[in-house]
């Protein structure tokens, strides 16, 4: 790949906290009552690192993903909390931007892989003029500097570049679509990447080209990235950090390590051991009785209590907040000794 | 005698330059009680050879045969006693159920239409039972709600307790837990496996989840097709722990894993090229050929290999490598770990 040199990427590995999520509620209107998707959440985003934000379909990782670039549908409201981005020693509320603000910060400081690709793109318009569009539209004059910038990337993310940059997306395979994505969204430099089920219904062979595509993005030019998945194999490849999601809230939150050895949240665990691998000998596999709750109408007390195998009557009552459970380790549980002692006999992992 | 034989089963769709086949000459056998595992990427013909399976279409060449029978040449009577006893549970519980139908109507209505159940009151006892077994419990709950009151896999319960109401000895699932949650998963293969042991209904299983197969076929087989055709089939045990295969070793090594460690270690099989070819256009000799780290030029281009049995059980449609094992996760230097372990305990049984 000639192609990979001549890219200059204009962020550097830097230090800090790019972006802090400050007690982020989102309410969905609905005719039945509000949704509750996000309630309260705080993260810190460091630069350089990668984080996965996991959980199963309603745990409000998407909704808190478009939360943080502001493209949620009108229903839904940002109810409280503060989306605090920086660069350059200056900080930003993202709640605050206007919309000429917002354009800017899209793409340029932030942008967002969404997961499916087909839908992202404009059906009429060429790879080409999509991605000049992009750059014209935050500023870029120098049409020659934007194809130059465009076919290094296209080159970057494996595609062959001068065939790519003018097909229609519909000309284009699903793998490639993905590809063509991230190189759009990779166009401005942007500081922090937000990646939505980025390998979702992509054959095996081609998810794992956009996984190790990723990697390489994370590992050699230090983006920081956010992924949002369902899927714990996505986390356990390309996640510094984990993020266990449930009913809208972190759950856990720890090293990618901490989190599939030594999980202390009973769902982190449930999930863990309800997916199996496929390398090694047979392995038993349990599922999370029940079923993810109504957010109109949430349990009492801890969310996890009607699911839960160390549900006790406080649990039903009272809502833990996340306390540390190790370094840098984080879990909402008033179990949580419980999960390590039955770790301590059922550990997950001779590693 | 096997349940189900396919007998070099092709199907094409289209005419002319558009003519594309999407199963081509495949060939295998299900014994009564088994689980065959049906896996490859989306194209590969999976879905299709399933349609055959239960009958829902035609080949355009070979044969079907159920207990022995071919299906094209059956009667009457003899079609209908099969279709009973074939039942296919598709992807989406979304899509396969009557939205204006209660959980009742679409399990009472079938047993009394084919005279599995005597009058309203059986009918509605059976039902309860049926719910029952696809762990829809309290049945009474379900019995009256419409599919938009249930979840996901709340569903494809309902599915399998319809497709249950005619007695099938044998059941298509095709990527039937691939739209639930993965919280949910395991139970609703664990519900599927109870049917296996109590019920003797033979599976034929088919997803793109290769971990899944594994899970759900341990003590079964698994078929892999590329391109319309089986290019290694086997005891589950020996294709995923020794795959000989070089499209199913790319195919095991490319499964993201759910451990850090693991993904850390697992061998990466480089491609010659990432792209799958066009059906429209499929390349000379193997399929698989372009793409092939270890391809002999002269060789794999110009003839399809056949699909030959191995020593170590199933069948390899590689001459090159099928005699060649390779170890799918780096070995550590210090000392060993979980996976490991299990793969130097895997003793192939012949």
């Given at each position: 790949?000639?192609?990979?040199?001549?890219?200059?990427?204009?962020?550097?590995?830097?230090?800090?906290?790019?972006?802090?999520?400050?007690?982020v509620?989102?309410?969905?209107?609905?005719?039945?009552?509000?949704?509750?998707?996000?309630?309260?959440?705080?993260?810190?985003?460091?630069?350089?690192?990668?984080?996965?934000?996991?959980?199963?379909?309603?745990?409000?990782?998407?909704?808190?993903?478009?939360?943080?670039?502001?493209?949620?549908?009108k229903?839904?409201?940002?109810?409280?909390?503060?989306?605090?981005?920086?660069?350059?020693?200056?900080?930003?509320?993202?709640?605050?931007?206007?919309?000429?603000?917002?354009?800017?910060?899209?793409?340029?400081?932030?942008?967002?892989?969404f997961?499916?690709?087909?839908?992202?793109?404009?059906p009429?318009?060429?790879?080409?003029?999509?991605?000049?569009?992009?750059?014209?539209?935050?500023?870029?004059?120098?049409k020659?500097?934007?194809?130059?910038?465009?076919?290094?990337?296209?080159?970057?993310?494996?595609?062959?570049?001068?065939?790519?940059?003018?097909?229609?997306?519909?000309?284009?395979?699903?793998?490639?679509?993905?590809?063509?994505?991230?190189?759009?969204?990779?166009?401005?430099?942007?500081?922090?990447?937000?990646?939505?089920?980025?390998?979702?219904?992509?054959?095996?062979?081609?998810?794992?080209?956009?996984?190790?595509?990723?990697?390489k993005?994370?590992?050699?030019?230090?983006?920081?990235?956010?992924?949002?998945?369902?899927?714990?194999?996505?986390?356990?490849?390309?996640?510094?950090?984990?993020?266990?999601?449930y009913?809208?809230?972190?759950?856990?939150?720890?090293?990618?390590?901490?989190?599939?050895?030594?999980?202390?949240?009973p769902?982190?665990?449930?999930?863990?051991?309800?997916?199996?691998?496929?390398?090694?000998?047979?392995?038993?596999?349990f599922?999370?009785?029940?079923?993810?709750?109504?957010?109109?109408?949430?349990p009492?007390?801890?969310?996890?209590?009607?699911?839960?195998?160390?549900?006790?009557?406080?649990?039903?009552?009272?809502?833990?907040d996340?306390?540390?459970?190790?370094?840098?380790?984080?879990?909402?549980?008033?179990?949580?000794?419980?999960?390590?002692?039955?770790?301590?006999?059922?550990?997950?992992?001779?590693? | 005698?096997?349940?189900?034989?396919?007998?070099?089963?092709?199907?094409?769709?289209?005419?002319?330059?558009?003519?594309?086949?999407?199963v081509?000459?495949?060939?295998?056998?299900?014994?009564?009680?088994?689980?065959?595992c049906?896996?490859?990427?989306?194209?590969?013909?999976?879905?299709?050879?399933?349609?055959?399976?239960?009958?829902?279409?035609?080949?355009?060449?070979?044969?079907?045969?159920?207990?022995?029978?071919?299906?094209a040449?059956?009667?009457?009577?003899?079609?209908?006693?099969?279709?009973?006893?074939?039942?296919?549970?598709?992807?989406?519980?979304?899509?396969?159920?009557?939205?204006?139908?209660?959980?009742?109507?679409?399990?009472?209505?079938?047993?009394?239409?084919?005279?599995?159940?005597?009058?309203?009151?059986?009918?509605?006892?059976?039902?309860?039972?049926?719910?029952?077994?696809?762990?829809?419990?309290?049945?009474?709950?379900?019995?009256?709600?419409y599919?938009?009151?249930?979840?996901?896999?709340q569903?494809?319960?309902?599915?399998?307790?319809?497709?249950?109401?005619?007695?099938?000895?044998?059941?298509?699932?095709?990527?039937?837990?691939?739209?639930?949650?993965?919280?949910?998963?395991?139970?609703?293969?664990?519900?599927?496996?109870?049917?296996?042991?109590?019920?003797?209904?033979?599976?034929l299983?088919?997803?793109?989840?290769?971990?899944?197969?594994?899970?759900?076929?341990?003590?079964?087989?698994?078929?892999?097709?590329?391109?319309g055709?089986?290019?290694?089939?086997?005891?589950?045990?020996?294709?995923?722990?020794?795959?000989?295969?070089?499209?199913?070793?790319?195919?095991?090594?490319?499964?993201?894993?759910?451990?850090?460690?693991?993904?850390?270690?697992?061998?990466?099989?480089?491609?010659r090229?990432?792209?799958?070819?066009?059906?429209?256009?499929?390349?000379?000799?193997?399929?698989?050929?372009?793409?092939?780290?270890?391809v002999?030029?002269?060789?794999?281009?110009?003839?399809?290999?056949?699909?030959?049995?191995?020593?170590?059980?199933?069948?390899?449609?590689?001459?090159?490598?099928?005699?060649?094992?390779?170890?799918?996760?780096?070995?550590?230097?210090?000392?060993?770990?979980?996976?490991?372990?299990?793969?130097?305990?895997?003793?192939?049984?012949?």
């Amino acid at each position: 790949m000639s192609n990979e040199s001549q890219l200059i990427w204009k962020h550097e590995a830097g230090s800090g906290t790019p972006l802090s999520l400050r007690n982020v509620h989102i309410i969905y209107g609905a005719r039945k009552g509000d949704v509750q998707a996000v309630r309260g959440v705080d993260l810190d985003l460091r630069a350089g690192e990668s984080i996965a934000l996991i959980g199963e379909s309603g745990s409000g990782k998407t909704t808190l993903g478009l939360g943080i670039v502001r493209l949620l549908v009108k229903s839904a409201d940002i109810s409280q909390g503060e989306i605090i981005y920086r660069r350059n020693g200056t900080e930003v509320n993202v709640l605050d931007l206007d919309k000429k603000e917002l354009r800017e910060f899209r793409w340029k400081e932030c942008s967002m892989v969404f997961q499916s690709a087909l839908n992202a793109f404009n059906p009429v318009l060429r790879v080409w003029d999509q991605m000049r569009d992009t750059a014209q539209s935050h500023g870029w004059k120098d049409k020659k500097a934007i194809r130059q910038r465009s076919l290094d990337l296209l080159g970057f993310v494996q595609l062959d570049a001068e065939r790519v940059i003018d097909a229609y997306p519909h000309e284009l395979s699903g793998g490639m679509r993905q590809r063509v994505l991230i190189a759009l969204s990779l166009l401005l430099d942007p500081q922090v990447l937000i990646l939505d089920e980025p390998t979702t219904a992509l054959d095996i062979l081609t998810q794992r080209t956009i996984i190790d595509l990723l990697r390489k993005l994370k590992e050699e030019q230090h983006f920081t990235m956010i992924f949002i998945s369902h899927d714990l194999a996505i986390a356990a490849e390309l996640a510094d950090r984990i993020a266990t999601m449930y009913a809208g809230r972190i759950v856990e939150l720890g090293s990618a390590d901490d989190i599939f050895y030594r999980p202390r949240h009973p769902y982190t665990l449930g999930l863990i051991r309800a997916v199996p691998k496929v390398v090694g000998g047979f392995q038993e596999l349990f599922s999370i009785p029940g079923s993810p709750p109504d957010l109109i109408d949430l349990p009492s007390g801890c969310k996890f209590h009607p699911r839960c195998p160390y549900a006790t009557d406080k649990c039903k009552t009272e809502e833990p907040d996340l306390v540390t459970v190790g370094r840098e380790h984080e879990a909402a549980c008033w179990h949580w000794r419980e999960v390590e002692e039955e770790l301590q006999t059922n550990p997950l992992h001779s590693v | 005698m096997a349940l189900i034989e396919l007998q070099n089963v092709s199907r094409a769709f289209g005419k002319g330059d558009e003519r594309v086949v999407a199963v081509d000459t495949v060939s295998f056998t299900i014994e009564e009680g088994d689980v065959l595992c049906l896996v490859g990427e989306s194209g590969c013909g999976k879905s299709t050879t399933g349609k055959m399976v239960a009958g829902l279409l035609e080949p355009t060449a070979g044969q079907v045969l159920f207990d022995g029978q071919d299906i094209a040449k059956m009667d009457k009577q003899a079609f209908q006693r099969y279709r009973h006893a074939v039942q296919i549970i598709h992807q989406d519980p979304y899509a396969s159920l009557n939205p204006t139908q209660t959980v009742r109507q679409m399990i009472t209505r079938p047993l009394l239409r084919h005279k599995k159940a005597k009058g309203r009151e059986g009918a509605e006892a059976h039902a309860v039972e049926l719910l029952e077994i696809v762990d829809l419990t309290p049945a009474e709950d379900f019995m009256n709600k419409y599919p938009h009151q249930l979840s996901g896999g709340q569903r494809q319960r309902v599915s399998v307790a319809r497709a249950l109401t005619v007695e099938p000895r044998f059941i298509v699932a095709d990527e039937a837990v691939s739209m639930v949650d993965v919280s949910i998963r395991v139970s609703l293969l664990n519900m599927l496996s109870r049917l296996k042991e109590e019920f003797d209904v033979t599976f034929l299983f088919i997803t793109h989840d290769l971990a899944l197969a594994k899970y759900f076929a341990w003590q079964g087989r698994i078929s892999v097709m590329y391109l319309g055709r089986i290019v290694e089939d086997g005891p589950t045990q020996r294709v995923v722990m020794d795959p000989r295969h070089p499209y199913t070793q790319a195919l095991l090594a490319a499964v993201p894993e759910a451990d850090p460690e693991l993904a850390r270690r697992k061998r990466r099989i480089e491609l010659r090229s990432a792209d799958i070819p066009s059906l429209l256009d499929l390349p000379p000799g193997c399929t698989f050929n372009p793409r092939c780290p270890y391809v002999v030029t002269g060789e794999c281009d110009v003839e399809v290999p056949p699909l030959d049995p191995i020593p170590e059980g199933g069948r390899v449609a590689c001459p090159v490598r099928s005699s060649i094992s390779i170890q799918l996760v780096e070995e550590t230097p210090g000392g060993s770990v979980h996976t490991d372990a299990d793969i130097s305990q895997y003793q192939p049984d012949g």
